[in-house]
């Protein structure tokens, strides 16, 4: 069942339904978003090159407000998402089913307490307001 030829046979969403057999801490949707926070992430700091923990977090972080605005904790949070030891073990996860790489010194500790949720989404979101990036519902920019 470990057999590399037969982990690199299994599409990208059989892979994710195998992580989600074995760890139901987070929902589907926290898999999904992750990736595309990565996306997202690569595209700021310039595609060809390592993204770091830190840079994900921030870069996750964004992502979220971008897309969720008020909401973006309480959406991560329904997700299982609660910090930033969250997105750790969600990348690990996939780097465990060959979804995602690491480097060597990649290790979940670099996802360790970088920022509470609370003051994050909240107060990112009051700021992003006033610099008219994130849209307040019924608030025309």
């Known amino acids: 069942m470990n057999d590399p030829s037969d982990r690199e046979a299994k599409r990208p969403e059989q892979r994710l339904d195998e992580i989600l057999d074995r760890d139901r801490r987070y929902r ?16 700021t700091v310039g595609e060809g090159r390592h993204v770091t923990g830190r840079e994900l977090c921030d870069g996750l972080r964004d992502y979220a407000l971008r897309q969720f605005g008020r ?9 299982g ?34 920022y509470d949720f609370e003051e994050a989404f909240d107060r990112s979101f009051e700021m992003h307001i006033g610099s008219g990036d994130v849209d307040e519902p019924g608030v025309e920019t």
């Open 28 to 43: 589907r949707e926290a898999y999904v978003f992750v990736s595309a926070a990565l996306g997202h992430t690569v595209q």
């Open 81 to 114: 998402v609660c910090r930033t030891e969250d997105i750790g073990e969600i990348v690990f996860n996939m780097v465990e089913a060959g979804l995602l790489r690491k480097t060597e010194e990649d290790t979940r500790d670099d996802f360790a307490g970088l």
């Open 71 to 79: 909401l973006a904790r309480t959406v991560l949070e329904s997700w």
